[in-house]
């Protein structure tokens, strides 16, 4: 069982790369949750969504002690980073995040999102960077299924799909 809490502002694609996660596990034939949480101000306010992939019935989508927490904003990693289970992975956006992690019993792994999604010309695709850095760390899926999976969400448009997958490698191979 992977539990996840992806957190940060609307308009970052916070609840995107949640879906992301869950999509994959529905097309691999895992039980998922994906539980979107986002103030009324959906873009500027705070957005946050928990997903959590099993082999068996998820009973519940709530949780308390994420195996992991991506953060894409400060206000995020303060609300959520004590939550993080003991040897869990936390994600930080250091785009817009500078502090650094107090915890020493937690794999952390810093993301210059922003700045990697710019670099490949796809300012919007920071949570697709870190979704590479996502499946890459944690093993959840092959690379090849997320990739077809990004292909699949992005099959209505497909000028967006070579970016998107783009900003994904990058991430995965940062």
Same mark, same amino acid.
């Given at each position: ?46 957005? /946050?969504? #928990?997903? =959590?992939? &099993?082999? @068996? ?5 709530? %949780?308390?002690?994420? $195996? ?24 930080? /956006?250091? #785009?817009? =995040?500078? &502090?650094? @992690? ?5 794999? %952390?792994?810093?993301? $210059? ?30 690379? &090849? ?30």
């Amino acid at each position: 069982m992977e539990k996840l809490i992806v957190a940060g502002f609307g308009g970052q694609g916070v609840l995107s790369l949640g879906q992301m996660i869950a999509y994959a596990a529905m097309y691999e034939d895992k039980a998922v949750t994906w539980l979107p949480s986002y103030g009324p101000e959906m873009r500027g306010g705070t957005a /946050n969504c #928990s997903v =959590i992939v &099993d082999d @068996v019935s998820v009973a519940s989508p709530i %949780i308390a002690n994420p $195996d992991c927490l991506i953060a894409m904003n400060k206000p995020s990693l303060d609300k959520f980073v004590d939550k993080v289970k003991k040897g869990g992975l936390i994600l930080v /956006n250091s #785009s817009l =995040i500078s &502090d650094k @992690v107090a915890r020493d019993d937690v794999t %952390i792994i810093y993301i $210059d999102a922003n700045e990697i999604a710019h670099k490949i010309g796809n300012d919007k695709a920071s949570n697709l960077v870190v979704l590479g850095v996502y499946i890459k760390a944690s093993g959840l899926f092959e690379k &090849d299924v997320m990739l077809s999976t990004i292909a699949k969400v992005f099959a209505a448009k497909p000028k967006f799909i070579p970016s998107n997958q783009a900003a994904f490698l990058a991430g995965y191979e940062m």
